[in-house]
Structures are given as structure tokens and as C-alpha cells.
């Protein structure tokens, strides 16, 4: 089932949270397959790995793993048999929180306690990857702090995905040798490399293990060459409206991009903020990363460490690779990029709540000339996932959202999508009938604060 221009998906009420509770949208199929499958990897990774992590970690470790399998095949019952949503029982980081807005989401459904199919998707689905966590802290064992169970799966996309890296930074590299402090950023050139650049980080959200229930995701061919094809599947395209912008501004713009996942996608966004500081746009890239392991694939500071690490390995300093890693940890060292985990990310709420529950950041954000939204996660806390008529604007479905101009690049992998023309969803459901949910069709959209 697809959403039309004036109605959105014809079985939900329109303007309604997503849910599991509707059978025929994806949140359904989500919550009732695709998230059990995604605990039973975890649990057959931590029994297939508890000898080596025993090794790395010690004894209390394993010992410690047995406990966090127990709480997650706990976690499956309670999520395959409808049980009510539990508080947090762990006390760290973001508990209280998260059992706050879990308290409200029991006084807006008239006092009936929340429950996996039939609260908002939305949280749900992010309570889930925070009920993991949780099962790692109750274990009360040091060693595991930090503990990434999605490690091995995030590597092997990385390593599934080097040949296009490759061929990307082959590509690359020539084009940021050509830009200089002199550069005009109104040069048509420069123009023609953001554009290529923001369709390959477009295209890169495709490689989403949480999707794929994490199954391997990685990305395969020219990332370059492959865009011409690819253009018919992008439904709304501001990147030069968002350009623009920044030539507006002029040069030395401070620059965040929310990231979304890590391996192929990660390296993309890397690309396009090497090439913003290049040319001059930036002067500070601030990436936002998520403070724990979260939708199997998404990006966390470790992830960044690892892969400029891998990226160095390049055979006798040659390769294209080890040069992109070499300039990529000098703009680290240097400040002129920065990481930061910012524990908003993994809070249950739409980013219309922001301000209101996290304002030292809703003012960073602020202070920034473009934020960069990456990914269909971020896509649906922007909008709220709820159920819009897919020609509602962006800046609409924002709802009050707005601390700078936003770009959003995101492939559609959830059934909600805004920012469309009148009958373009209905055109586009003909020609494929899942294109809400396949990751196959993407937006490039701008919101400007001015």
C-alpha cells in the first residue's frame, strides 16, 4: 500500500502516527518480522562470539554475555506476544528520559499502557535498539561498556563496499586538486561537484542494514557512473536551490551533517565534507553521530575511528584511499571537522520536540548555516512519521522544526514521504507499487530558515 497526494496511505487516519496496530503499512511487517530477526542475529552473534569476546574482555565478560541473551530472548517474547512497553530499568545515560515520554505515551492512549503493535512505530522501533543497550548495562560488567553487537556486520559492508570506494576516490581527488583558495563558489564547476557528490550520499543511504533485517548491505559498481541511470528515481531534487544558498552566504559556513549509517554511506558523507572545506563553502563540518549502536548500521564515533584507520591502509601509501584518510584525519586534528555523539539522536522524540527537550542542542543546530539530515530514520523524525498527503511541504510537515535551513537525503525505506507534486505518487505507485519502502526511490530535500 502507497500514499496519495491528498489522503496519505488510505488506511490510516490522515495526520496519524504510523503503527503496527494498521496490518497493511510497513510498520506492521517491521515490528512483527523484521525486528525479531534483527534480535536473533545479535543473540547468535554474541553465542557464535562469546569465546573470542571472552578472550579480548575476560572471563566476566562472557560471563556477563549470558546474561545479555537471556534479557534479549526476554525482549523477543515481550515484542512477539504484544506485551506491554516496560520501563527502563537500567538507570544509565538516557533512562529517565526515556520513562518520562513513555509515562506521556500512557496518558495519550487514555491510560492503556503502551505496546508494541499498537503504539507509534516511530518509538517503538527505536525502543527496541534501546532495550539492547539496556541489556548490556544490566550486566554491570566495565568491560562490556560500549560493547558494538553489531561490529562484525558493519565491517563486513565496509569491506563488501571497497571497490566502489575506490573507484569514488579515484574520481574525487582530481576534482578537489582543482580547487584553491581562490575558487569562486558560483563557478559552474563547483556547482557540478556538489551536485554529484550530494547524489552519491543520496544513493549511498541505501546500503542500511537495518532494512535488510542486517543481512549484508553494500554498495556495488561506479558510484560516479551509475548516477545518470539512477536520476529517474529521485522524486524531489533542491540541491541546487541548497547550493545556493550557501553561495548566498559565502564562503566559511559552519556545516553539520546528521549522519546516518556507517561503511559505504559514511564514506560518501566524509567525500562531500572533504569537498565542502575544499572549495571553500565550510569552514567548519560538524558530524553528529549516535551515542550507542542503533539501527544495526548507524554511524557511532567509533565507527568514524575505524574506518579512518582502515581507510590508511593503503598499499605503500599509494592508494587513493590512504591519501583521502591522510587529508580526512589532518581536518580531525585540526578542528576544522568535528564528531560529535549527541545523545538526542537516540531519544524517542520527533525533532519538533527538540527544542523543548534537548535545547543546548536545538541552538547548536542553530548556530550552523546548513544542516544535513541524512537517511530515512532522520526523514522520520523530521516529519514526525506521521501519515501526511505526500504534497504537504516539507517545511509543513516540519512542524515547527526550523533552527537553520535543512537539506534531507534520504532514501525511502518507510511509508511516509512529503514534498511531492500533485499525482506523483500516484504515478510513481504504478510503476512500483513498494516504492515507499524499498530504499530504491529517494528525496533531495531543502528547507530554507530565511
Same mark, same amino acid.
Given at each position: 500500500m502507497a500514499a496519495t497526494s491528498t489522503g496519505?496511505?488510505?488506511?490510516?487516519?490522515?495526520?496519524?502516527?504510523?503503527?503496527?496496530? *494498521?496490518?497493511?503499512?510497513?510498520? *506492521?511487517?517491521?515490528?512483527?518480522?523484521?525486528?525479531?530477526?534483527?534480535?536473533?542475529?545479535?543473540?547468535?552473534?554474541?553465542?557464535?562470539?562469546?569465546?573470542?569476546i571472552g578472550r579480548e574482555l575476560g572471563a566476566e565478560a562472557m560471563e556477563g554475555l549470558y546474561k545479555v541473551v537471556e534479557e534479549l530472548s526476554k525482549l523477543r517474547y515481550e515484542m512477539q506476544t504484544n506485551k506491554p512497553i516496560l520501563a527502563l530499568v537500567d538507570g544509565v545515560g538516557n533512562a529517565a528520559i526515556w520513562n518520562k515520554f513513555l509515562e506521556q505515551q500512557q496518558t495519550n492512549e487514555n491510560m492503556n499502557s503502551p505496546s508494541w503493535f499498537s503504539s507509534a512505530w516511530l518509538w517503538v522501533e527505536c525502543y527496541m535498539y534501546r532495550r539492547i543497550t539496556q541489556a548490556v548495562n544490566l550486566t554491570g560488567v566495565p568491560q562490556l561498556k560500549g560493547l558494538d553487537y553489531f561490529r562484525q556486520q558493519k565491517e563486513e559492508g565496509y569491506q563488501g563496499s571497497l571497490p566502489s570506494m575506490r573507484q569514488l576516490s579515484a574520481w574525487l581527488?582530481?576534482?578537489?586538486?582543482?580547487?584553491?583558495?581562490?575558487?569562486?563558489?558560483?563557478?559552474?564547476?563547483?556547482?557540478?561537484?556538489?551536485?554529484?557528490?550530494?547524489?552519491?550520499?543520496?544513493?549511498?543511504?541505501?546500503?542500511?542494514?537495518?532494512?535488510?533485517?542486517?543481512?549484508?548491505?553494500?554498495?556495488?559498481?561506479?558510484?560516479?557512473?551509475?548516477?545518470?541511470?539512477?536520476?529517474?528515481?529521485?522524486l524531489t531534487d533542491h540541491t541546487s536551490v541548497a547550493w545556493q544558498c550557501l553561495v548566498t552566504r559565502g564562503k566559511g559556513a559552519t556545516i553539520d551533517i546528521v549522519m546516518d549509517n556507517s561503511g559505504f554511506e559514511l564514506f560518501t558523507d566524509l567525500c562531500l565534507a572533504d569537498f565542502l572545506v575544499s572549495c571553500g563553502a565550510a569552514s567548519k563540518v560538524r558530524m553528529r553521530v549516535k551515542d550507542q549502536p542503533w539501527f544495526v548500521s548507524d554511524t557511532t564515533m567509533h565507527d568514524i575511528?575505524?574506518?579512518?584507520?582502515?581507510?590508511?591502509?593503503?598499499?605503500?601509501?599509494?592508494?587513493?584511499?590512504?591519501?583521502?584518510?591522510?587529508?580526512?584525519?589532518? *581536518?580531525?586534528?585540526?578542528?576544522?571537522?568535528?564528531?560529535?555523539?549527541?545523545?538526542?539522536?537516540?531519544?524517542?522524540?520527533?525533532?519538533?520536540?527538540?527544542?523543548?527537550?534537548?535545547?543546548?542542542?536545538?541552538?547548536?543546530?542553530?548556530?550552523?548555516?546548513?544542516?544535513?539530515?541524512?537517511?530515512?530514520?532522520? *526523514?522520520?523524525?523530521? &516529519? #514526525?512519521?506521521?501519515?501526511?498527503?505526500?504534497?504537504?511541504?516539507?517545511?509543513?510537515?516540519?512542524?515547527?522544526?526550523?533552527?537553520?535551513?535543512?537539506?534531507?537525503?534520504?532514501?525511502?525505506?518507510?511509508? &511516509?514521504?512529503? #514534498?511531492?507534486?500533485p499525482g506523483q505518487a500516484e504515478m510513481v505507485t504504478k510503476q512500483d507499487p513498494d516504492w515507499m519502502v524499498t530504499g530504491q526511490w529517494g528525496v533531495i530535500q531543502f528547507a530554507s530558515s530565511s
Open positions: 496519505g496511505l488510505p488506511t490510516v487516519p490522515l495526520h496519524a502516527p504510523l503503527s503496527a496496530k *494498521y496490518k497493511d503499512t510497513f510498520a *506492521y511487517p517491521t515490528i512483527k518480522d523484521r525486528c525479531p530477526v534483527i534480535l536473533c542475529k545479535v543473540i547468535d552473534h554474541l553465542h557464535r562470539e562469546r569465546n573470542n581527488l582530481p576534482q578537489l586538486a582543482k580547487l584553491s583558495p581562490d575558487t569562486q563558489l558560483a563557478d559552474t564547476d563547483c556547482g557540478q561537484t556538489w551536485a554529484t557528490l550530494v547524489q552519491v550520499c543520496l544513493w549511498g543511504n541505501k546500503c542500511d542494514l537495518s532494512i535488510s533485517a542486517g543481512s549484508k548491505a553494500v554498495a556495488s559498481g561506479d558510484p560516479v557512473t551509475g548516477l545518470e541511470h539512477l536520476k529517474q528515481n529521485i575511528t575505524w574506518t579512518l584507520n582502515q581507510l590508511a591502509r593503503g598499499v605503500d601509501n599509494t592508494d587513493t584511499l590512504a591519501l583521502l584518510a591522510d587529508r580526512w584525519s589532518d *581536518y580531525m586534528q585540526s578542528g576544522i571537522w568535528t564528531v560529535q555523539a549527541d545523545s538526542f539522536w537516540t531519544f524517542p522524540h520527533s525533532f519538533n520536540m527538540m527544542a523543548d527537550t534537548d535545547p543546548d542542542l536545538y541552538i547548536e543546530l542553530s548556530q550552523a548555516d546548513l544542516v544535513i539530515f541524512k537517511g530515512d530514520l532522520n *526523514y522520520r523524525k523530521l &516529519v #514526525g512519521d506521521l501519515n501526511w498527503e505526500t504534497t504537504v511541504t516539507l517545511s509543513t510537515a516540519l512542524q515547527g522544526f526550523l533552527p537553520t535551513s535543512i537539506l534531507s537525503l534520504r532514501t525511502a525505506k518507510a511509508d &511516509v514521504m512529503v #514534498g511531492l507534486e
